[in-house]
């Protein structure tokens, strides 16, 4: 951490510069995220397409990131609103795995329990759920779980769907469960201890 | 013979079913040999890696280290589904990115007796190998039934031609494989600058608004544009363009009515099969219409029952619309 100089506390400069939280998600992201590289041209708002709903704009959020402001970008919207398009990724100049970034945000504001809203996080748990379960994903237990506890009244307007879906054959009654569970569980099991000691 | 190492996902076997009978038929026209990954899991879709790190990446890698145990003649891996796709092909490149990611997931993998070394295989999308490998000049070959006449747009979608780390497509934002494709099985292709936009993925379950702006935008562009059908290479793009379409249409007050099939669903028709081959009427949007422009004749299904709402009796809750705020609809 660099020394606060005269200078910057006469510019009425009080705090010390603190870029642990930005190395943090850096280094909790997948590959390398060059998060540090990040110019503040805004080209990620400018492509996002979901910018408008979203409380900062991915930019916004990486200065926040860089100023400390752990909370306050925890308990954003933005990374929730992600919808993994890779269109800001593709177009950054300075090649930030923005879309990377975002998944680890999200799961830095469940472990925090920052999140605003909760329908996402639970969402993404129910899925995973379903996942540890049975090694593959079960459409009907989730949604059924999914909207029951948060979209209550919108399952009325969404009967004829569902119906749909069943009676063509489009949704299984009963999961499908891998062979070889115990083998994942093993995997699951050894990978979230790795996850703690990182 | 192209022989490769199919990854089939999750949504195949259900949401997606007319996506894999579709593709059966069209192995044996193509020469294309497919061999399962035996007992694949889910590849976590984009729940699992906003949750946990290493779990999420040990997850997907467990279907690449059984795709290599597996390997006879062949190390390609292909995925139908670009969510799959994506999670398989990032894995692969991230655990060689960035090293001490593939050495925590390889310490994972140990646990149940697998691993994986990075690079060893190459993961690819089906349309990839059809267009690539296959070719374009075999596939006009096949063709037995033109589909000259039916007005189409070809939609990617995002999660397929972006981030293409492995640099596959021709292009990141407006790719012409699907393009090409189309048009060499006779189809009326019309230019779709929305091809890679977003269709809102998991929006649909966890905002729903959000999702019905997205498919909205897509919806709406495809029919000005005098599309019949929308094509596309996703199960994630057809389930949310197709079984939420009516939602949307209620929510903004709108009346489209624009199928959504599966580019092999088409590429079966081409080569003579009849719809029922191919999965056509399980769309909840029904192609029957646009079919028709070629000629197909799609057999009338029972309309599922759906309970009717009664004219008289008790007030249930109504649908969400626009018009009614967010907070008071959910709450």
């Given at each position: ?7 910057r ?12 939280l ?79 970034v975002?998944?680890t ?41 999914h ?15 569902g ?16 062979k ?6 093993a ?12 | ?18 996506y ?134 070809p ?43 977003c ?24 029919d ?60 909840l ?24 709402k009664?004219?008289?009796g ?18």
């Amino acid at each position: 951490m660099p020394q606060m100089t005269d200078e910057r506390v006469r510019a009425g400069m009080t705090r010390e510069e603190d870029l642990s939280l930005l190395h943090e998600v850096s280094m909790k992201t997948a590959g390398v995220s060059h998060l540090e590289m990040c110019i503040q041209c805004g080209t990620c708002g400018g492509s996002c397409p979901v910018a408008a709903d979203m409380d900062h704009t991915p930019r916004m959020l990486f200065a926040m990131l860089r100023a400390g402001m752990r909370e306050e970008v925890l308990r954003s919207n933005t990374p929730w609103l992600c919808v993994s398009c890779y269109h800001c990724v593709v177009r950054c100049p300075q090649e930030v795995h923005i879309a990377d970034v975002m998944y680890t945000l999200k799961g830095m504001a469940i472990h925090a329990k920052l999140y605003t809203d909760s329908t996402a996080p639970h969402f993404s748990q129910t899925f995973v759920g379903m996942v540890e379960t049975f090694g593959r994903g079960y459409e009907l237990g989730l949604a059924t779980r999914h909207y029951l506890r948060h979209f209550p009244l919108r399952l009325p307007g969404m009967m004829p769907m569902g119906f749909g879906m069943i009676s063509k054959g489009r949704m299984a009654i009963t999961p499908k469960k891998i062979k070889h569970m115990d083998q994942l569980h093993a995997i699951l099991n050894r990978a979230k201890e790795l996850e703690l000691t990182s | 013979m192209n022989k490769y190492l199919l990854y089939p996902g999750c949504s195949m076997d259900s949401s997606a079913k007319a996506y894999m009978e579709s593709l059966n038929s069209i192995v044996e026209p193509l020469n294309l040999h497919l061999e399962e990954i035996e007992d694949w899991n889910c590849c976590g879709a984009t729940e699992y890696l906003g949750i946990n790190l290493i779990p999420a990446y040990s997850l997907i890698a467990r279907n690449l280290a059984l795709a290599a145990k597996q390997t006879s003649d062949t190390r390609t891996v292909v995925a139908p589904c670009s969510a799959c796709y994506l999670n398989l092909a990032k894995a692969d490149y991230y655990m060689q990115e960035r090293p001490t990611l593939g050495a925590k997931v390889n310490e994972a993998l140990a646990a149940g007796g697998l691993e994986y070394k990075a690079g060893t295989l190459d993961v690819r999308h089906l349309i990839d190998v059809l267009v690539y490998d296959v070719g374009l000049d075999a596939i006009r070959k096949a063709v037995t039934h033109p589909l000259s006449g039916l007005k189409v747009v070809p939609y990617m979608g995002c999660m397929l031609p972006r981030p293409d780390y492995q640099h596959r497509w021709s292009d990141h934002e407006h790719p012409t494989e699907l393009d090409d494709l189309l048009r060499a099985l006779g189809a009326d292709v019309i230019d779709y600058p929305l091809t890679t936009s977003c269709c809102g993925g998991h929006m649909t379950q966890i905002g729903p608004e959000t999702a019905f702006e997205l498919i909205h935008r897509l919806v709406s562009d495809a029919d000005e544009r005098g599309a019949q059908m929308m094509v596309t290479v996703c199960p994630m793009c057809q389930m949310n363009i197709d079984a939420y379409q009516n939602e949307m249409n209620h929510f903004f007050g709108t009346d489209f009515h624009m199928p959504i099939l599966f580019f092999t669903q088409l590429m079966g028709l081409a080569f003579g099969k009849e719809p029922g081959e191919v999965g056509i009427g399980v769309e909840l949007v029904s192609s029957r219409n646009a079919l028709a422009h070629i000629g197909v004749e799609v057999p009338v299904t029972q309309e599922p029952a759906v309970p009717r709402k009664k004219d008289e009796g008790l007030s249930m809750p109504r649908r969400w619309t626009k018009h009614e705020g967010k907070k008071e609809a959910v709450k």
